[in-house]
């Protein structure tokens, strides 16, 4: 059975075999807010699309980002600031993401999945931190309590294909992320030549995710 996120839990990183569990994925998956609002002769379910960001960021001994992931949507805004460019793989190919899904057309299956290989990480990252941010687009104004349907899952398999479930949890029942906007899920950390997984769990009110990783950077980097 897979464990509910909780703050501070150590997830075991082992295979169904018993083996290091080395390849495995991270993924966010949603639907669209609908709402139901009364009209003079019948009602009408207007639905607003939902954009989540899964991203990650890589750190070495000394506490500095060395590599991240996340979306290349906003490369134009992030080169005009002088800021590094979104992407999604990384330089070591460790680490690769399935791209932005934008959440568009009202559905109830977007995702965003992070597929890690810990035999290919760069031998200078020490951590490796998940984190997730809503996306709020012009005229929009929500948080996570809004959404109806909303997940997180570590699991053993492909983007494709779920082996075995170690991690998962239904952001949108939980009340603690009511009026929140980001999520520091949790981080990787090699020590005695092991990785190993800590589920963080801490709700933000971040609302654009290089705010999220300054937080990281100065606050969970240790």
């Avoid at 959440?103 to 992070?114: L, R, V």
């Avoid at 053993?156 to 999520?183: C, Q």
Wanted: net charge negative; glycine share 8%; aromatic share 10%.
């Amino acid at each position: 059975m897979a464990k509910k996120l909780e703050k501070g839990q150590q997830i075991s990183l082992k295979k169904l075999t018993g083996e290091k569990l080395e390849k495995f994925c991270v993924k966010v998956s949603w639907g669209a807010i609908k709402t139901v609002k009364k009209g003079l002769f019948r009602n009408k379910t207007v639905v607003e699309d939902v954009d989540l960001d899964l991203s990650s960021i890589l750190v070495n001994a000394k506490g500095e980002m060395i590599d991240w992931l996340y979306s290349p949507e906003y490369n134009e805004w992030l080169k005009k600031n002088n800021l590094p460019l979104g992407k999604l793989d990384t330089s070591d190919h460790a680490l690769h993401h399935s791209g932005d899904d934008l959440g568009k057309g009202g559905g109830d299956d977007f995702s965003e999945i992070i597929t890690v290989d810990l035999t290919k990480v760069n031998k200078e990252v020490n951590q490796i931190f998940f984190f997730l941010n809503i996306y709020l687009n012009q005229g929009q104004s929500f948080d996570f309590s809004d959404i109806p349907f909303a997940r997180i899952e570590m699991y053993e398999g492909s983007p494709n294909r779920v082996d075995k479930v170690h991690l998962a949890f239904d952001i949108s029942t939980d009340s603690s992320y009511s009026g929140k906007l980001a999520i520091i899920m949790g981080k990787l950390y090699y020590q005695e030549s092991n990785w190993k997984f800590d589920a963080i769990g801490d709700e933000t009110d971040d609302k654009i995710f290089l705010i999220t990783i300054q937080r990281i950077l100065k606050n969970y980097v240790k």
